[in-house]
């Protein structure tokens, strides 16, 4: 069974920094595309950093440069436990929106092909 987990979502100033963290259950390099998506009110999630089966990472136009995606795997076998992490840097308005986690047994993690959710943590800009 797949469980995700997000942390780290807060309120932060203009041009700050913030860590975003996914615990996971249940997901396999290999088998799993996984990342981050998130989502304006009244609008659909969007991909914004995330990383093929094969590890390959992709992040949207709006947050390249800008914003890190990582992952740390731990132990072997069948299960191991992945942590995701996103870390977001030079933060401005725009990117204040509902973070999620996501994976999908695909490819690629478009929001369409994303088959797993956590319950998201909120990000605000503002000053």
């Known amino acids: 069974q797949v469980r995700l987990m997000e942390s780290g979502g807060a309120p932060v100033k203009p041009g700050g920094s913030l860590r975003l963290s996914c615990a996971t259950h249940?997901?396999?390099?290999?088998?799993?595309?996984m990342g981050w998506l998130r989502q304006y009110p009244g609008q659909e999630r969007e991909a914004v950093a995330t990383f093929d089966s094969d590890g390959r990472r992709r992040y949207s136009e709006s947050v390249k440069g800008r914003f890190i995606a990582s992952k740390e795997t731990d132990g072997t076998g069948e299960t191991p436990k992945i942590t995701l992490y996103l870390d977001l840097n030079s933060l401005t308005p725009d990117d204040t929106a509902m973070y999620y986690c996501?994976?999908?047994?695909?490819?690629?993690?478009?929001?369409?092909?994303?088959?797993?959710w956590g319950q998201g943590t909120q990000v605000t800009v503002s000053s």
């Open positions: 249940g997901l396999v390099d290999n088998r799993h595309c």
């Open positions: 996501g994976a999908a047994r695909a490819r690629t993690c478009s929001a369409t092909a994303v088959t797993y």
